[in-house]
C-alpha cells in the first residue's frame, strides 16, 4: 500500500471511529449506503463491512439498541443489519 492510500485509510478511519460507538484496529465500513444510529455500532479489530452496506441501530427511548461485530469478521456487499435492543455476530464470522 503507498503512502497516500495509507493515508487516506487513516483518514477514513479517524472520520469513522468519531461516528460509530467502538472501532478496532484496522476497520472499516466501505461507502455504506446508511448508517444510522451509529453510536450503537461497535466494531472489533480487522473488521470489513463491504459498500452498499444498511446498518440500523434504533437508540431513541425507549430503545438502546446495540450491534457488535467481532474480530476478523468481513461482511459482503449489501450487507443489512438492525437492531432495537442487541444484535452481537461473532469473531471471524
Not at 492510500?5 to 478496532?24: C, E, N, P
Not at 469478521?73 to 461473532?90: D, K, L, M, N, P
Amino acid at each position: 500500500m503507498g503512502l497516500l492510500q495509507r493515508a487516506r485509510s487513516r483518514i477514513r478511519h479517524a472520520v469513522l471511529a468519531r461516528k460509530v460507538g467502538g472501532l478496532g484496529h484496522h476497520s472499516a465500513i466501505d461507502n455504506p449506503d446508511m448508517l444510522t444510529g451509529a453510536k450503537g455500532v461497535f466494531l472489533g479489530d480487522h473488521v470489513t463491512i463491504r459498500g452498499h452496506s444498511r446498518i440500523e441501530c434504533v437508540i431513541t427511548p425507549p430503545y438502546q439498541g446495540q450491534i457488535r461485530i467481532g474480530d476478523g469478521t468481513i461482511a459482503q456487499f449489501y450487507f443489512h443489519c438492525g437492531a432495537a435492543r442487541s444484535v452481537t455476530i461473532g469473531r471471524r464470522c
